[in-house]
Structure formats: structure tokens, C-alpha cells
């Protein structure tokens, strides 16, 4: 979450609000950051391990053909 994200979740849109409005979706959108981040690195290790068995077979079979 950039600094901007930030400021968007605590700055009044108007005149009237009330703090704990304003802190509650600061919390909410750095949980929803969170999740993001966590499941975009879950996806990324999930294709690291792909390619990982991928050049394990490519390298299997080339030896069983020798």
C-alpha cells in the first residue's frame, strides 16, 4: 500500500465524520493489501515449482534417451 493509499483512507471526503470511520478503513484496506500480496506470492510460487518439475522431467527424459 503506497502513501497515497494511505492518505485516501484517512482523509474526509467531507466535512463531517467521525475518526474511527476513517481508521477502520485504513485497517480494512491494509488486510485487503495483505491478501493480495499474499496470494499473488502464492501464485508465483506455485509456477516456480511448475517449471521446476518441468526441467526436472525435460532433464529426465533426455537422460533416459542416452
Known amino acids: 500500500m503506497t502513501p ?6 484517512l482523509m474526509p471526503k467531507t466535512a463531517r465524520g467521525d475518526a474511527e470511520i476513517y481508521l477502520e478503513s485504513l485497517i480494512k484496506g491494509l488486510e485487503l ?5 499474499r496470494l499473488k506470492a502464492m501464485e508465483e510460487g ?3 515449482e ?4 518441468e526441467e526436472e522431467i525435460a532433464e529426465m527424459e533426455e ?4
Open 4 to 9: 497515497a493509499d494511505v492518505a485516501e483512507h
Open 33 to 37: 493489501a495483505k491478501e493480495k500480496e
Open 46 to 48: 506455485k509456477e516456480k
Open 50 to 53: 511448475s517449471s521446476a518439475k
Open 63 to 66: 537422460n533416459s534417451g542416452r
